[in-house]
C-alpha cells in the first residue's frame, strides 16, 4: 500500500484532510494518487473517537473538534499555515477548524 503521508514540499501549504464519520485515510486513497502527482504535500488525520478504527467510546461533535484540533497541534506549528480539508462530516470538522484558527494560519478550505 501507499504512503498516505508523503513528506511535504515547500513551494505549496500541506492539505490536511479528515474523512468522512467513521472511515479511515484510505478514503483519499484514489485522492491522494492526484495529489501526490501533482506535488501537493497532504496529510490524512485518525481522530480518536471518530476513525474507523477508534468506535470504542461514544463521541460528540465537540470531542471531535477538540481531538482533531488535537491532531492538528501535534503535527503543525500554531503558525504554519495548512489548507483544511475533509470529505462529508470530516469537511464540517474542518470548517469548524478553520473557524477556530487565526485567520492568517488558514490558507484555504476544501470540502468533499
Same mark, same amino acid.
Given at each position: 500500500?501507499?504512503?498516505?503521508?508523503?513528506?511535504?514540499?515547500?513551494?505549496?501549504?500541506?492539505?490536511?484532510?479528515?474523512?468522512?464519520?467513521?472511515?479511515?485515510?484510505?478514503?483519499?486513497?484514489?485522492?491522494?494518487?492526484?495529489?501526490?502527482?501533482?506535488?501537493?504535500?497532504?496529510?490524512?488525520?485518525?481522530?480518536? +473517537?471518530?476513525? /474507523? $478504527?477508534?468506535?470504542?467510546?461514544?463521541?460528540?461533535?465537540?470531542? =471531535? &473538534?477538540?481531538?482533531?484540533?488535537?491532531?492538528?497541534?501535534?503535527?503543525?506549528?500554531?503558525?504554519?499555515?495548512?489548507?483544511?480539508?475533509?470529505?462529508?462530516? +470530516?469537511?464540517? /470538522? $474542518?470548517?469548524?477548524?478553520?473557524?477556530?484558527?487565526?485567520?492568517? =494560519? &488558514?490558507?484555504?478550505?476544501?470540502?468533499?
Amino acid at each position: 500500500m501507499q504512503d498516505m503521508n508523503p513528506v511535504p514540499t515547500a513551494s505549496l501549504p500541506t492539505l490536511v484532510l479528515i474523512h468522512g464519520l467513521f472511515s479511515s485515510p484510505l478514503e483519499f486513497a484514489l485522492t491522494s494518487q492526484t495529489l501526490r502527482s501533482r506535488g501537493v504535500s497532504f496529510d490524512c488525520l485518525r481522530i480518536p +473517537g471518530y476513525t /474507523l $478504527a477508534d468506535r470504542s467510546r461514544p463521541s460528540t461533535w465537540r470531542d =471531535w &473538534v477538540h481531538a482533531a484540533s488535537a491532531a492538528l497541534d501535534a503535527r503543525y506549528g500554531p503558525e504554519e499555515p495548512i489548507v483544511r480539508g475533509g470529505l462529508c462530516v +470530516g469537511g464540517a /470538522l $474542518a470548517i469548524a477548524l478553520a473557524a477556530e484558527a487565526l485567520p492568517q =494560519w &488558514v490558507c484555504g478550505v476544501a470540502v468533499l
